[in-house]
């Protein structure tokens, strides 16, 4: 059974940053890739960064320059490394890892940014 582990999420205040990591409790095969999303209260479910089995990446506009998206494929680890945070960036983020035949979500981890 794969989970996906997250960790690094918190309270830091605006302009702060934050390091957010994932990591599968097993090796999983055939990646396309990896994803962080993120879902504030009342709100929907929103893919925030990728990166594709070739290490392609895009952003939502509203993190481009912010935002930086990196796995260790060896681990099968995901980061997210967010700078210049903004209390609209509050949320669950949830990381994601898609293969050819699965897709697989973490438990979330709470980033708060006070306004």
């Known amino acids: 059974q794969v989970q996906l582990v997250e960790s690094g999420g918190g309270l830091v205040q605006a302009g702060g940053s934050l390091r957010l990591s994932c990591a599968g409790s097993v090796r999983i095969f055939g990646i396309n890739g990896m994803g962080w999303y993120r879902q504030a209260p009342g709100k929907q479910r929103e893919l925030v960064a990728h990166?594709?089995?070739?290490?392609?990446?895009n952003y939502a506009d509203s993190v481009k320059g912010r935002f930086t998206i990196s796995r260790d494929s060896a681990e099968n680890t995901v980061y997210l490394q967010m700078n210049s945070l903004k209390p609209e960036d509050t949320a669950v983020y949830y990381c994601?890892?898609?293969?050819?035949?699965?897709?697989?979500w973490g438990q979330g981890t709470q980033v708060t940014v006070p306004s």
């Open positions: 994601n890892v898609h293969t050819t035949s699965a897709n697989y």
């Open positions: 990166i594709s089995t070739y290490g392609s990446t």
